[in-house]
């Protein structure tokens, strides 16, 4: 499957509800493949989480598993491989155990986040 942008006209919610969704049908009918392109962070957030899942999957108490949106779609991250295309270089942005790289995902929210909050520095709450 070539799936190109899912993020549009998506809510975040709804991406990341849609990325656990396709991982859990492509682990039960194991012959499909996929290729996604996204600009989502919020995908990239999902598609961790549910890597992450399945790195961590046999340390959690069996109780527990389902208090986790993404328990039917985690997947050894070594099934996965995430790239970065930068001014025409591809970069794999995946850590050794195969997460997305801290740094990677960071550098999104930060960049997102800088000037709201330097803008809090001058917010009164007035009471």
């Given amino acids: 499957m070539f799936i ?9 919610d ?20 996929a290729i996604i392109t996204t600009h989502s962070p ?5 598609l961790n989480n549910c890597m992450m899942g399945g790195l961590v999957r046999d ?12 328990h039917s779609a985690w997947i050894n991250p ?9 001014n025409g270089t591809l970069r794999c942005v995946q850590d050794e155990d195969g997460i997305i790289e801290d740094n990677y995902l960071n550098t999104a929210y930060k960049k997102n986040s800088e ?13």
Wanted: no cysteine.
């Fill in 4 to 12: 190109e942008e899912p993020e549009q006209n998506l809510f975040p």
């Fill in 59 to 70: 340390n959690i108490p069996e109780e527990e598993v389902s208090d986790f949106a993404s």
């Fill in 115 to 127: 000037e709201y909050l330097e803008l809090l520095n001058y917010y009164e709450d007035e009471e």
């Fill in 42 to 46: 919020y995908i990239l957030f999902a």
């Fill in 78 to 86: 070594k099934l996965v491989s995430v790239f970065e295309l930068d």
């Fill in 14 to 33: 709804t991406q990341q509800e849609f990325v656990y969704w396709l991982l859990e049908i492509m682990q039960n009918d194991k012959k499909h493949a």
